[in-house]
């Protein structure tokens, strides 16, 4: 699986943008771009994921550079329930194993 | 609303105790998954199993054994405690992805089990 790196923290203001870069160079051709977000005390929820073209749902944006080597999440209107950390995860599909490789993410503080 | 349900949010055992956390889907899910978490090393894969009575080993499975005797249920067992197993350990599921490039492998979550050894 292709490493990925975020950065460990970023702050934004409650209404802005809020986007989350991930690098990912190492990227092959069959695999797809994860976004997980973890409130305290939680379990991980799945925001989004993407292979090739940009996606959009209820949650987030996910951005993808034409050569897949990084992404951006980006929650449009950041409120202060989006205070998380956010993981962006790169997995193929195979028949052996489906687990997904946490790393330690981006902690994102949303701030009134 | 499709779960994942973890039977016990906090424990507090004792070091040497046999320890069950258990986990059930509601979603039909082929793959289950137990993980670990601990400050500054993310999440870990413990064990998972893709099909009753089928399990793999993680990443981390020493000193853990787990159990899939139905689809919806997933054991993980500490046959004997110790303080180093004092965690958030966190069940998920997913579908089993059957055509490479079909479509994404998407885990849905529980809420965790704070377990802690004294």
Not at chain 1, 7 to 22: F, H, K, Q, T, V
Request: charged share 20%.
């Amino acid at each position: 699986d292709a490493k990925t790196t975020q950065p460990p923290s970023m702050d934004c203001a409650e209404g802005r943008a809020a986007n989350l870069p991930c690098n990912h160079s190492t990227i092959s051709g069959n695999e797809y771009v994860y976004w997980y977000r973890q409130i305290h005390s939680q379990g991980p929820q799945y925001i989004i994921h993407g292979l090739k073209n940009n996606e959009t749902n209820e949650m987030a944006s996910l951005i993808i550079t034409e050569d897949r080597k990084s992404s951006t999440l980006i929650l449009p209107h950041a409120t202060l329930r989006d205070t998380a950390v956010y993981y962006c995860i790169v997995r193929g599909n195979s028949n052996s194993g489906y687990a997904l490789n946490f790393g330690k993410g981006t902690s994102l503080l949303v701030t009134p | 609303d499709v779960k994942v349900t973890q039977s016990s949010r906090y424990l507090v055992k004792r070091t040497g105790e046999k320890v069950f956390l258990e986990c059930v889907q509601d979603m039909d899910h082929e793959n289950m998954f137990w993980y670990r978490q601990d400050p500054g090393l993310g999440l870990r894969l413990i064990y998972f199993s893709y099909d009753v009575k089928m399990k793999e080993k993680g990443d981390i499975p020493e000193g853990y054994s787990v159990s899939r005797e139905k689809k919806e249920r997933f054991s993980l067992i500490l046959e004997s405690a110790s303080t180093n197993q004092t965690s958030m350990y966190l069940c998920a599921s997913s579908f089993v992805i059957r055509d490479i490039g079909s479509g994404a492998n998407v885990l849905t979550f529980g809420a965790g089990s704070r377990l802690t050894v004294l």
